[in-house]
């Protein structure tokens, strides 16, 4: 079994900063792809940005120059380094690890950025 737990959501002023993490425990491959979605109140989730275990790094465009991607691989712990928040960035966060076709979640972290 394979479980994910985020950590580091909270409440932030508009130009704040905020990390979050995301520790994965269980039968983790080697090579995977792990990620980050969001999905903000009467929305559908959303992709945002998502890091494979050799390092490729991509990001939806709203948050490019603004947020950073990163991971240990040692520790299955993925980082999600999140400046210049903007109220548009408010959601709950989930993590995600795909391994071939299995794709797994974490339960959400809630991100607030006030105006």
């Known amino acids: 079994q394979v479980q994910l737990v985020e950590s580091g959501g909270g409440l932030v002023q508009a130009g704040g900063s905020l990390r979050l993490s995301c520790a994965a425990s269980?039968?983790?491959?080697?090579?995977?792809?792990m990620g980050w979605y969001r999905q903000a109140p009467g929305k559908q989730r959303e992709w945002v940005t998502r890091?494979?275990?050799?390092?490729?790094?991509s990001y939806r465009d709203s948050v490019k120059g603004r947020f950073t991607i990163s991971r240990d691989n040692a520790k299955n712990t993925m980082y999600l380094q999140m400046n210049s928040l903007k109220p548009e960035d408010t959601a709950v966060y989930y993590c995600?690890?795909?391994?071939?076709?299995?794709?797994?979640w974490g339960q959400g972290t809630q991100v607030t950025v006030s105006s």
């Open positions: 995600n690890l795909v391994m071939g076709v299995q794709s797994y």
């Open positions: 269980g039968s983790i491959f080697s090579t995977n792809v």
């Open positions: 890091i494979t275990s050799g390092g490729s790094t």
